[in-house]
């Protein structure tokens, strides 16, 4: 049995700065990490490893080079192979781009079901994961709290999924595509001091357009359907601010702006 | 005349109607044929509000089942060719939106929360880099235009009256043949306690990673004004509270009268949130901190004393005011 999980690079934007004042937003030394929710979901695939310890992983990654060490890193933490799909023409894909290029490997590989996130921090719009279950034909579900590995063999997973109002278990057959939602629950194990510096390049797989064959015109920005024309930094509109203490005064000022503005009726 | 489809997410049917809103923003209100589509049997929110419900019959389809609908729209929209196709970004239409655009293979815009127009054309405005930027972006493909919209982003007030034409679907597709067994089961539903919507409430005690020991004081205060409390995400994912409470561009978008931010700094993700308050009121200890620059008022000081306090203050009333001076 083989679990994929698609995993991806995101800015750290819990780390970006945003000056205020200035109205710029504070990009230096800002670095790559694996999407929170995608750690989860490879979280969860290890977990069921444990479980079923004949089953394989191999992490997904479209990006560039530089993320090689990155997934050397995914390797030293248990991955049995990390994939890499890395092409120049690839760059500036969409979401619906992204889907397709990244749909076209998993048709060469075998599988029986496929994890990741639901969103990613730096994009998110949960595009990708239920374009390629619907590129591929396959049954997805996203916000995925637990997953019993047990009816594995029996070609189902159940799984439990969080909505606002519910939580609701579903039998899903697989293959599927299955997007985890974020939990401090599931963390990646550490790599082992003695896997530290493992060498592990061999298990670090590269996979460019010679292999998937797409023309000029179906990827990158040529082949996106959707484009961005302009970007803007989020602005908000300041305000005369009035700074108080918490003190007799200060609380009688707050309490006489309640008052004004209606929120205590006298 | 253009066609325009939305969809009505069944548990989330104001957001639905919200896109109605969106509908009008893009093309004007009389330039439109406006069209509604609900897995069940009525949907009695959107008659006189659109031209054309269309219901698919219940039993046809299993309400979650995304690759299903997803087969139902795209037959509706060879039918009726849509200029539009718009899906509210419910975790449901998270899943369905994506899935319909690939088999129209047009383009999709996810979370729109605003639109504009530039020489004519419309540009669809969504949060970048978890709200810090906002990008607007253009659709191209042979298909219709199709995006998903940020709940609570736009807010639908009924207009003109439409004579609602209503059209059951019983048997148009193929994906909902009897024979074929369904590929994702429901087992299970356990419905959580009913809690009212921090989106419905006029005011908002809000805490974040400042005032995470003492969470629990917030609903006294929260209590005195009549309120609802809400978190930041550093509050949830530290599990101090539950996930339906969080502000912010991956929680809710809010649009209180009054938002009191308590020990909240103010990160971008968080601000993204609560654009639409009318008054923040904030308590932090750091008068740097990002938020103060969008406060009417900023307490410096401690969370949890000013809570003491303010609480105090509320229950004594107009008489109070007198012994606030000794």
């Not at chain 1, 990741?116 to 279950?133: K, M």
């Amino acid at each position: 049995m083989k679990i994929l999980c698609l995993v991806k690079l995101v800015p750290d934007v819990e780390n970006f700065r945003y000056d205020f004042e200035k109205n710029v937003l504070v990009r230096e030394n800002v670095h790559q990490v694996l999407n929170p929710e995608d750690a989860t979901a490879l979280t969860a695939a290890l977990a069921v490893r444990e479980e079923f310890p004949g089953i394989r992983i191999e992490t997904v990654t479209m990006a560039p080079r530089s993320a090689i060490a990155h997934l050397e890193d995914l390797v030293r933490r248990g991955v049995d192979r990390a994939t890499l799909i890395s092409d120049p023409l690839f760059v500036g894909s969409d979401t619906y781009g992204t889907s397709r290029i990244l749909s076209r490997y998993i048709e060469t590989q075998s599988y029986d079901a496929i994890f990741t996130g639901t969103h990613s921090l730096d994009g998110g719009t949960a595009h990708v994961p239920a374009q390629i279950a619907q590129m591929l034909d396959l049954p997805q579900m996203s916000q995925i709290v637990e997953i019993d590995g047990d009816s594995f063999g029996n070609g189902f997973a159940v799984i439990d999924v969080d909505s606002e109002d519910a939580v609701c278990t579903f039998e899903i057959d697989l293959p599927a595509v299955l997007s985890f939602a974020y939990s401090t629950k599931r963390k990646l194990p550490y790599i082992s001091y003695e896997n530290l510096h493992q060498e592990v390049r061999d298990r670090v797989h590269i996979v460019t357009n010679e292999a998937l064959g797409f023309e000029r015109h179906e990827v990158g920005l040529d082949g996106s359907l959707t484009r961005v024309t302009g970007v803007e930094i989020q602005t908000f509109a300041r305000k005369d601010t009035l700074f108080v203490l918490p003190d007799d005064e200060g609380i009688e000022q707050v309490y006489a702006f309640l008052v004004r503005k209606g929120f205590i009726r006298l | 005349m253009k066609r325009a489809l939305v969809y009505v997410d069944r548990y989330a049917v104001t957001d639905s109607l919200g896109l109605l809103a969106v509908v009008a923003r893009m093309y004007g209100i009389d330039s439109c044929e406006t069209f509604a589509v609900h897995v069940g049997s009525s949907c009695d929110e959107f008659y006189g509000s659109v031209d054309h419900l269309l219901l698919v019959e219940d039993g046809l389809i299993a309400p979650y089942d995304a690759a299903g609908i997803s087969g139902i729209i795209a037959e509706l929209h060879d039918r009726y060719a849509f200029e539009a196709i718009l899906i509210p970004a419910t975790p449901f239409g998270r899943m369905l939106a994506p899935r319909i655009a690939a088999r129209l293979h047009t383009g999709l815009v996810a979370d729109v929360t605003e639109i504009r127009r530039d020489n004519g054309e419309i540009r669809l405005v969504r949060p970048a880099f978890s709200g810090r930027m906002v990008a607007a972006i253009a659709s191209s493909g042979h298909g219709p235009v199709m995006l998903s919209v940020r709940p609570n982003a736009f807010v639908y007030t009924p207009g003109i009256h439409r004579k609602t034409e209503v059209t059951p679907i019983a048997s148009l597709t193929v994906q909902t043949s009897p024979d074929r067994r369904p590929s994702l089961r429901l087992v299970e539903r356990r419905g959580k306690a009913v809690t009212r919507d921090i989106r419905e409430s006029d005011v908002l005690v809000s805490g974040g990673g400042g005032v995470m020991r003492s969470f629990d004081r917030l609903e006294l205060l929260a209590m005195e004004l009549h309120g609802m409390v809400a978190a930041s995400r550093r509050v949830i994912d530290s599990g101090k509270a539950p996930r339906h409470i969080q502000v912010g561009q991956s929680g809710k978008t809010v649009s209180p009268r009054l938002y009191i931010a308590l020990g909240i700094s103010g990160s971008i993700q968080h601000v993204a949130g609560i654009r639409n308050a009318e008054f923040i009121i904030s308590v932090n200890s750091d008068r740097r901190a990002p938020i103060c620059a969008l406060s009417d008022i900023v307490v410096e000081g401690d969370a949890r004393e000013f809570i003491t306090r303010m609480v105090e203050r509320i229950r004594r009333g107009t008489t109070g005011a007198d012994h606030a001076h000794h």
